[in-house]
């Protein structure tokens, strides 16, 4: 991450606010590109925050990447709590919208993948946790008239070591809120973990054991419509032309519509809009990829990968030497099949398109880059 | 014509066309979206609820074969996730992304509400019609075991005598029952 480097007096700062009981909201912006995201902070991406304290002790934090059940709710919320310094049973998470600060920093955008979330995020989650329990700290302290060094923050609470007295961050949180931010907090010394490093219960196992997790598929909006697309079997091609009388015949279906992709179906609910498709009389145009065969893929990228220097991944030493004096040489090709990703969840988006806006909910790696799309094609 | 029928302890009734798999009459016109759509056809269990007690795929179940039967999705399993089965599965931690597990879960309760003295081939076997893409297999039959023992506690309101009854059910293998290791899985679970 480059933000180390990088001077952050100025670039980098937290916003904090106490809004309707919401309390302390706290969030920063690294710099860099992101640094534009500041102004996002008033926009519709609000909160644009990993931690919010609750006056009523309610602690929630944002979950910047997307569950698919390799922990990433757990794992980024050990990092916030140990840093903090709250009761690992009385966490809320909730999944962050998508917006620039949530960019994935190994990315330079938001998305969830190839191993980088506990590492990316490791250093920006450990530091709004530090800076959160640092100002509350300092609310504490100041209430108390004690120094900081005499206060420690643990379970919730922030605890005035000399007396014993005790202020829940949820009492706190309206003072803190009106803090400066520190931009130099310290994440905490390793030795004096409490959650990092430990086995603990995942944050979404009880609304996984009873149908209460949401999946993309799962969301409603009031009077939504429900569609299926009818896709050519060759990629790239297109229909032709189709009738689609018998689709709109099927009971509960509402329109049938050509688009980029095939011909969608839109029904009053997805079983209609299934029949609705299988009754469509579609003639497909399917285009280049028509006489494609899996022969002709492995040829082609035989090909390729023959020319010379066009497939070098790594160059270390003198290999054609090597081999030229080798005493047993070994020839292999080695082919990998297309493999499908194959998620039991069904592809699938909903939009909720209006005259100020359209809201997009989607299961999805990369939020952000589902956001461009939606912007570059508002078709 | 509206048909009736009985959905986690209360009188239903819906008025939509009667070839329509229940899986879309409780995803779509009831929202209960808690048990989910994988293939559609039966093939991975992700849509599994009860009909009068046995482990049902509701997507190809339409909802005039529902009528008058009583129909028990995840939501109505129990109140206050206090179901064994569920008990154990958080206990355990056993869902990663989540998906299948409504599904699994009602299988499970399905097989132990019959029996609760289960060995792992019975278990695998019972449980092979719901597949998991995050490959939870080992924990699910884990706690199906802790779940069996919870069942048999003194005290359980569903302790009850063991039936005879064998699921009838797909006898495909997901994976060989490694007998003596599971013995040991079963009991570290305490």
Request: contains cysteine; positive net charge; charged residues 25%.
């Amino acid at each position: 991450m480059s933000s180390a480097a990088t001077k952050v007096d100025r670039r980098e700062f937290l916003r904090s606010a106490a809004a309707g009981g919401a309390g302390l909201v706290i969030g920063f912006y690294l710099p860099g590109e992101r640094e534009a995201s500041a102004a996002a902070a008033a926009g519709p991406f609000a909160p644009n925050a990993w931690i919010r304290i609750g006056t009523d002790d309610t602690i929630t934090l944002v979950i910047d990447k997307s569950e698919m059940g390799q922990g990433v709710v757990t794992s980024l919320a050990m990092i916030m709590a140990e840093e903090l310094g709250c009761d690992w049973k009385k966490i809320h998470t909730e999944f962050a919208p998508a917006a620039k600060e949530y960019a994935n920093p190994v990315f330079g955008m938001q998305g969830t993948g190839g191993s980088t979330s506990v590492r990316g995020s490791w250093a920006e989650l450990s530091k709004a946790g530090a800076q959160a329990r640092e100002m509350l700290i300092a609310t504490a302290a100041e209430k108390w008239g004690a120094d900081k060094s005499w206060c420690r923050a643990e379970d919730g609470y922030v605890i005035h070591t000399q007396t014993t007295e005790k202020l829940s961050y949820g009492k706190l949180a309206e003072a803190a809120g009106k803090l400066p931010v520190p931009v130099d907090a310290k994440p905490k010394d390793p030795k004096q973990y409490r959650i990092i490093g430990k086995d603990m219960k995942r944050l979404d196992s009880a609304d996984k054991t009873c149908g209460r997790a949401e999946f993309g598929i799962d969301v409603r909006v009031l009077g939504m419509m429900h569609a299926v697309v009818a896709r050519c079997p060759v990629f790239g091609g297109k229909a032709a032309s189709f009738n689609a009388d018998k689709a709109k015949a099927v009971r509960g279906v509402k329109n049938v519509v050509q688009i980029s992709s095939g011909v969608a179906v839109v029904a009053d609910n997805t079983w209609s809009a299934m029949q609705g498709r299988d009754a469509l009389e579609i003639k497909w145009n399917e285009g280049a990829n028509a006489g494609l065969t899996s022969a002709a893929i492995s040829k082609l990228l035989a090909d390729a990968a023959s020319k010379p220097g066009s497939a070098v991944a790594r160059k270390e030493g003198d290999a054609g030497a090597g081999l030229a004096s080798a005493a047993k040489k070994i020839e292999a090709v080695y082919e990998a099949p297309f493999l499908a990703h194959a998620t039991m969840e069904p592809m699938n988006c909903t939009a909720h398109v209006r005259a100020d806006g359209c809201d997009v909910w989607a299961p999805t790696q990369f939020q952000t880059v589902t956001r461009w799309w939606r912007r570059k094609r508002p078709g | 014509m509206a048909i009736q029928f009985t959905l986690n302890g209360k009188t239903q009734s819906v008025d939509v066309d009667p070839q329509m798999p229940l899986l879309w009459v409780l995803r779509d016109t009831l929202n209960l979206t808690g048990t989910k759509f994988g293939c559609g056809m039966a093939l991975c269990g992700a849509c599994t609820v009860h009909i009068d007690g046995e482990a049902t795929r509701s997507c190809i179940t339409s909802i005039s074969e529902v009528a008058g039967k009583k129909v028990t999705t995840i939501e109505g399993l129990s109140a206050n996730l206090s179901d064994p089965v569920q008990k154990a599965w958080i206990e355990l931690d056993v869902p990663q992304c989540g998906y299948c597990q409504s599904g699994q879960i009602m299988s499970a309760a399905a097989l132990l509400a019959k029996k609760q003295r289960l060995s792992d081939a019975e278990i695998d076997d019972a449980m092979s019609g719901n597949i998991c893409r995050c490959g939870t297999y080992q924990r699910i039959r884990e706690a199906i075991h802790r779940a069996a023992q919870m069942h048999a506690a003194p005290g359980h309101p569903k302790a009850s005598p063991e039936k005879k009854t064998k699921k009838p059910g797909e006898t495909a293998e997901l994976f060989p029952a490694e007998a003596g290791a599971v013995e040991a899985v079963a009991g570290g679970a305490e």
